[in-house]
């Protein structure tokens, strides 16, 4: 059973950056595809970044250009490199194991607990 554990959420101001860091066990394959979901309140929630184990990246069009996602296959570490953050990408953000990549809820197998980001004006 794959296990997630999310930290790096923190209060920042806009324009700052912050990097999210999420430790994954549990993984028998291979072959694998994890990503970054985030949940405003009152929202629902939506992907923001996803990976497999090839490297191929997929950005929500809002992150495009500002996050990056990465991974370390060695520490089996997942990140979320998040730079020139704004008041509305302030949400949980959450790990995610998926089946495929693509940043869709349906696709996930496993979620983290979350870690709160929370981007002041």
């Known amino acids: 059973q794959v296990q997630l554990v999310e930290s790096g959420g923190d209060s920042v101001q806009a324009g700052g950056s912050l990097r999210l860091s999420c430790a994954a066990s549990?993984?028998?394959?291979?072959?694998?595809?994890m990503g970054w979901f985030r949940q405003a309140p009152g929202k629902e929630r939506e992907g923001v970044a996803a990976i497999d184990s090839y490297g191929t990246t997929r950005y929500a069009d809002s992150v495009k250009g500002r996050f990056t996602i990465a991974q370390d296959n060695v520490k089996k570490t997942l990140y979320l490199q998040m730079n020139s953050l704004k008041p509305e990408d302030t949400a949980m953000y959450y790990c995610?194991?998926?089946?495929?990549?693509?940043?869709?809820?349906?696709?996930?197998?496993?979620w983290g607990q979350g870690t709160l980001v929370t981007v002041s004006s």
């Open positions: 995610a194991a998926l089946s495929k990549i693509e940043l869709a809820r349906s696709l996930v197998d496993a």
């Open positions: 549990g993984y028998t394959s291979s072959n694998y595809c």
